[in-house]
């Protein structure tokens, strides 16, 4: 094992988050719930909505089996709703194709919907501890201001992988890195002065716009309200667009129509003439 390998593993096996739930359990669906739920959301929002929906869905055969509404109402406070439609839709592919096993090699995981490059070397490294990294964020921006390739060393891909993550959230981030605290500083040209120099400056959002003035935002609340009707009740469109006047000030009953159509387009809602409810 090399100098950089058995200093940022050893770092993780002193400060890595081993114990999050899904690297405690080493299994395939374990580790596309979370890297379907980790998508644009923080750890810490993600461990007690991953722990409460693998209790509800604790397999394939179950998250396959059940409604999307129940999926989505198990998503909430997550947000980015079609992620879990998504991870629905490929958990049947998985059943119907697999017998509910996923499989180890890159090229039958691509084949599998929703499985991108990334997530077939997450499955590859976290769940079968095969030699692949997958390459987020975290990853690339540490190999960057390292300078070279930071491939896993044999038979340590999960932990290498979730090492590089950890390392970048917690220490080699994007702005004032903690370099003196860094296991490979000795190894990276990217000294402290050059990380102040090199800091991004605080970005705004492009358009000035809030949040909550957002599509995103708005279809977000429209499928909070749908999570509330009891499961086979559908809601009209005037009744919608009425019981969110509070919380989307302004939107109109053509606003919330729109919001709807692209919901459905997503296949996240279901409609009925003048009425909708969650897709079943």
């Known amino acids: 094992m090399t100098r950089i390998e058995r200093r940022l593993l050893d770092w993780y096996a ?3 988050r081993a114990k999050l739930p899904w690297r405690a359990v080493r299994d395939p669906y374990y580790t596309l719930v979370s ?3 980790l998508q644009q959301t923080q750890v810490d929002r993600v461990v007690p ?3 409460a929906f693998v209790e509800r869905f604790p397999t394939f055969d179950a998250l396959a089996a059940a409604s999307t509404a129940d999926v989505l109402r ?7 709703n079609s992620r879990a439609v998504r991870l629905k839709r490929l958990a049947e592919a998985v059943v119907a194709q697999l017998g509910g096993r996923m499989p180890e090699s890159a090229d039958e995981l691509r084949d599998l919907p929703g499985i991108g490059p990334y997530t077939a070397s997450a499955v590859r490294a976290f769940a079968f501890n095969l030699d692949d990294l997958p390459v987020d964020t975290n990853v690339r921006r540490i190999a960057e201001r390292v300078g070279r390739p930071l491939n896993p060393p044999p038979g340590k891909a999960h932990d290498w992988a979730s090492a590089l993550m950890d390392l970048g959230a917690t220490v080699c981030k994007a702005r004032a890195p903690k370099c003196l605290l860094c296991p490979l500083r000795s190894e990276c040209a990217w000294s402290p002065a050059a990380a102040d120099a090199n800091a991004p400056s ?4 492009g358009d000035g ?4 003035k957002t599509a995103r935002y708005a279809r977000g609340r429209v499928i909070d309200r749908l999570r509330e009707l009891p499961p086979g009740k559908r809601i009209s ?3 919608l667009h009425r019981d969110l006047e509070t919380v989307l000030p302004g939107r109109t009953v053509d606003d919330v129509r729109a919001f709807v159509v692209a919901l459905e387009r997503d296949g996240l809602i279901a409609r ?3 009425s909708v409810a969650l897709a079943e």
């Open 237 to 239: 469109f005037l009744d």
């Open 272 to 274: 009925d003439g003048e």
């Open 14 to 16: 002193e400060h890595g």
């Open 209 to 212: 716009v809030s949040f909550a």
């Open 35 to 37: 890297e379907f739920m």
């Open 49 to 51: 909505k991953f722990e």
């Open 202 to 205: 605080q970005r705004k959002r």
């Open 74 to 80: 198990a998503w909430k406070g997550l947000g980015y």
